[in-house]
C-alpha cells in the first residue's frame, strides 16, 4: 500500500511538470497567443472526466456525451464470456469559482443507457452524484503554472441496473497540474478513490494531457490514463438486475473510471491504461468542442472498454 502511494505520488509530481520542460528545451514553437490572462489559452482535458480535470478553478457548464462500446467478450471465473454492444453517457458537470483559487465543482452525473449484445440486460438510469471543492495552491499567470487540489464525494444515488447505486459512497482525492509553454500545454492528475465501505474497491488513478494549439479552430491532443485496483471490493450480490448480482463475483477486473463494481478478483487484473487522441476547437473566447477517441492499451477483455468516443463543450463564464 505505502509503496503504492509513493508510486503515484513521484510520477504524478515529476512526469507532466518534467515532461513539460523538457519539450520546452528541445522544440522551437512560434510566440504564444497573445492574451492579457496568462491561462486564457488552457483548455481541459477530454478523457476520464469525472475524475481528470483543469487545475484552474473557473465557472463553467460542461456537457458531456459518451459512446462506449463494450468488448465483444470478457475474461471472468467462469471463463471468456460474450458481452459486446454500448453504453451511452450524457451528463453535465458544473464548476463555480468563488475566488481565483476556490471553486465548487459538480463532477459526477448523468444519465446511462446500457445497451449489451450478451449476458447483461438491457438497463437504463442515473449515474451516481459527485461533488466537493477545488483550490489552487499555485497558481502563477506569468509562467502559466498551476497546481490544485480536489475533494469530492461520491453518492450511492444512482440506479444499480447501470452498475451504479451501491455500497456507501467514497471519497475521491485529486491533485492536479498545468503547464502552458508557448502554444504548448501539459496536464497531469493523479488521486485516489477511497471508498466508505467494503463493497467497492479502492482505486489509484493518473492521467496524463498534451496539445497544441496550431490555430483556434484545432488545437490536436493526447492524452493516458492507468487505473490500478488497490484493495479489491466485496460487492457480490451487489446489481441484482445483472446476473442475478454475480458480476462483482466472477468478473477479473475493475470498472476504470465510470463504474466501481467492487468486483472480488479484480487483483488478477489490477491494471486499467487506456490512450485518447482528439482535439478541441475554440469556438468562441468562452466556448470550446472537444472530441476523443479512446483505446484501452491493456488487454480490453480485462476490462468493460472495446473503444469510447467522448464529444464536449466548455462554456466559460
Known amino acids: 500500500m505505502k509503496s503504492t502511494l509513493a ?11 518534467a515532461l513539460a520542460g523538457s519539450v520546452a528545451t528541445d522544440l522551437v514553437t512560434p510566440a504564444p497567443v497573445a492574451s492579457s490572462d496568462g491561462f486564457a489559452q488552457a483548455r481541459r482535458p477530454i478523457s476520464n472526466p469525472t475524475l481528470f480535470d483543469l487545475a484552474l478553478p473557473t465557472t463553467n457548464v460542461h456537457p458531456i456525451f459518451l459512446y462506449h462500446r463494450l468488448p465483444d467478450s470478457i475474461n471472468t471465473q ?18 463555480f469559482a468563488i475566488n481565483d483559487r476556490l471553486s465548487i465543482v459538480a463532477t459526477k452525473d448523468g444519465y446511462v443507457d446500457m445497451n449489451p449484445d450478451e449476458l447483461l440486460s438491457n438497463a437504463n438510469g442515473w449515474a451516481n ?48 497540474g498545468l503547464k502552458l509553454v508557448d502554444r504548448w500545454q501539459f496536464a ?16 489509484g488513478w493518473m492521467s496524463a494531457h498534451v496539445s497544441y494549439e496550431t490555430c483556434r479552430w484545432f488545437i490536436p491532443l493526447a492524452e493516458i490514463n492507468w487505473f490500478h485496483v488497490m ?8 446489481y441484482p ?11 477479473n477486473f475493475e470498472g476504470g473510471d465510470l463504474f466501481n463494481i467492487g468486483a472480488e478478483n479484480a487483483n488478477e487484473n489490477r491494471d486499467f491504461v487506456s490512450a485518447a487522441f482528439g482535439f478541441r476547437s475554440r469556438l468562441t473566447d468562452c466556448i470550446d468542442f472537444g472530441a476523443a477517441y479512446e483505446i484501452p492499451l491493456t488487454n480490453d477483455e480485462d476490462s468493460l472498454m472495446k473503444d469510447r468516443i467522448t464529444v464536449d463543450l466548455v462554456w466559460k463564464f
Open 7 to 17: 508510486t503515484f505520488g513521484a510520477l504524478g509530481l515529476l512526469g507532466s511538470f
Open 78 to 95: 467462469l471463463g471468456n464470456l460474450d458481452v459486446g454492444g454500448d453504453v451511452e453517457l450524457y451528463a453535465l458537470q458544473f464548476e
Open 129 to 176: 452524484l459527485g461533488a466537493g471543492l477545488k483550490y489552487a495552491f499555485i497558481l502563477d499567470p506569468a509562467s502559466g503554472t498551476a497546481l490544485s487540489g480536489t475533494v469530492t464525494f461520491e453518492l450511492p444515488t444512482g440506479n444499480s441496473d447501470v452498475f451504479q447505486g451501491e455500497g456507501d459512497g467514497a471519497v475521491n482525492l485529486i491533485l492536479s
Open 188 to 203: 497531469g492528475g493523479l488521486g485516489f478513490q477511497i471508498p466508505f465501505g467494503n463493497e467497492q474497491s479502492t482505486e
Open 231 to 238: 484493495d479489491t471490493g466485496n460487492g457480490t450480490g451487489n
Open 241 to 251: 438486475s445483472q446476473v442475478d448480482g454475480l458480476v462483482p463475483a466472477v468478473v
